[in-house]
């Protein structure tokens, strides 16, 4: 079944360490992008990619990184730079602009 | 800045009711227009794409575009408890970015 696969779907963080997420895609997308959802709150974009090889900054990069090295993958590291660290990270990818994008399940990101 | 504005609720109607959901945009360059449904815990999930003005019907749901007053709606009939949820309203502002700006959410509830 095509789909947008995260792991892990629960993550526990400890003080000082980078932890990584993953997001696999077998929908021959183009482009992927990773959010961040905190209650009450909307969607805020982190990263986004177009292409393989390339991508660009959202509105709340600071203290994460990300790298898209096959069509397929986007991983998402967070760094020990991003004091607040809780939240739920979605992924999601398109076809490109214009297209709605399909997200994958989450990730829980809690601080030990 | 794009903003994409939606009424938190919670929008309370019985089963059956119609269920009216609205959402406006600042941006009169917008091109696409989505809805997606996120049950508690869970990922977004996109129910409803619209491009151009006028209505277009899925099933219980019917997405309406008004371009020109800068709004976009979606309609459930025959509401179900099931359909209890947060809405999402998303806009492409368009370019080559092909970036979603999210709403809040709207809370439905429906009772039985």
């Known amino acids: 079944d095509g789909g947008i696969t995260q792991s892990p779907k629960y993550l526990f963080r400890k003080e000082g360490q980078n932890v990584t997420l993953s997001c696999e895609q077998n929908?021959?997308?183009?482009?992927m992008y990773w959010y961040r959802q905190d209650p009450g709150q909307g969607l805020r974009l982190i990263y986004y990619?177009?292409?393989?090889?390339?991508?660009q900054k959202g509105d709340i990069a600071e203290g994460y990184s990300v790298s898209r090295e096959k069509k397929e993958s986007f991983p998402l590291t967070v760094t020990s730079a991003q004091k607040n660290p809780t939240a739920f990270y979605l992924c999601?990818?398109?076809?490109?602009?214009?297209?709605?994008?399909?997200f994958g399940d989450g990730t829980r990101l809690s601080i030990l | 800045q794009k903003e994409v504005e939606q009424n938190s609720g919670p929008l309370s109607v019985p089963e059956g009711a119609i269920a009216s959901l609205n959402c406006t945009y600042s941006?009169?360059?917008?091109?696409?227009f989505f809805w997606y449904r996120q049950y508690s815990g869970k990922s977004p999930e996109l129910i409803m794409s619209?491009?151009?003005?006028g209505d277009k019907e899925d099933g219980r749901f019917t997405a309406q575009l008004n371009k020109a007053s800068q709004y976009v709606s979606l309609l459930i009939r025959d509401s179900q408890p099931s359909d209890s949820a947060t809405y999402l309203c998303?806009?492409?502002?368009?370019?080559?970015?092909?970036?979603?700006?999210f709403g809040k959410g709207t809370k439905l509830s429906v009772k039985p």
């Open positions: 998303a806009v492409n502002y368009g370019g080559s970015q092909g970036n979603l700006i």
């Open positions: 941006d009169r360059g917008s091109q696409s």
């Open positions: 999601a990818s398109s076809f490109g602009s214009n297209q709605p994008q399909h």
């Open positions: 929908l021959n997308h183009d482009a």
């Open positions: 619209i491009y151009s003005n």
């Open positions: 990619s177009q292409i393989v090889n390339d991508f």
